[in-house]
């Protein structure tokens, strides 16, 4: 299992990270996915078949892609 924080510069209120936490559930291996408005961030758990690569790519998707 692994977890990852991201900021995620689009998120502006609580329902850009209600999208992203819908969004990100559905992705086979999601484990979990908490978020923090104020701050811009978001914490994915998640295992096989997930990986980084998988999440960061649907972030993108969705239009909240992660600041690098």
Do not use: F, W
Request: net charge negative.
């Amino acid at each position: 299992m692994a977890t990852v924080t991201y900021t995620i510069p689009n998120i502006s209120c609580g329902h850009c990270l209600q999208t992203i936490k819908t969004e990100l559930s559905e992705l086979a291996g999601v484990k979990s996915v908490d978020g923090e408005v104020e701050k811009k961030i978001v914490t994915i758990t998640y295992d096989a078949p997930a990986d980084e690569e998988r999440v960061l790519v649907l972030l993108k998707e969705i239009n909240y892609p992660a600041a690098y």
